[in-house]
């Protein structure tokens, strides 16, 4: 259903270097790039979802949304707590700590990337 997720970043080069670390770790890797490089997209193959950043193309500052959170899937707990701990190590800050939630339905772990944007790593079960 969904064709890509986008959050802004105020300094493309750090986010690049940021979320290519990052999603790496699950397999994706840079399938576009605007032309000035203001945008750059990550995927695991053409023609599935993607995750993408972007300077925001009112020139305005980026800035993180309330309430606003990107979710990418994760195959067991196990994955989520090592994404978390990748993330934190590549500078994003704790928004919550691996573990179950909804009386263990689900395992997740909660970032904030360099630029504020809610992240989370998610998987059924716990």
Known sequence: ???????????????????????????AKELMVRPDGGAIFWGAEPGRPMFGICNPYDGNAADRGNGNMVAFAVKDPAQVKAMYDKAISLGATDEGEPGP??????????????????????????
């Open 101 to 126: 939630r909804l009386d263990g339905m689900v395992s997740c772990g909660y970032v904030r990337d360099p630029d504020g944007n809610k992240l989370n790593f998610f998987c059924m079960g716990s």
């Open 1 to 27: 259903m969904l064709a890509y997720s986008m959050v802004g970043s105020n300094d493309i080069d750090k986010a690049r270097k940021f979320y290519g670390a990052l999603l790496g770790e699950l397999g």
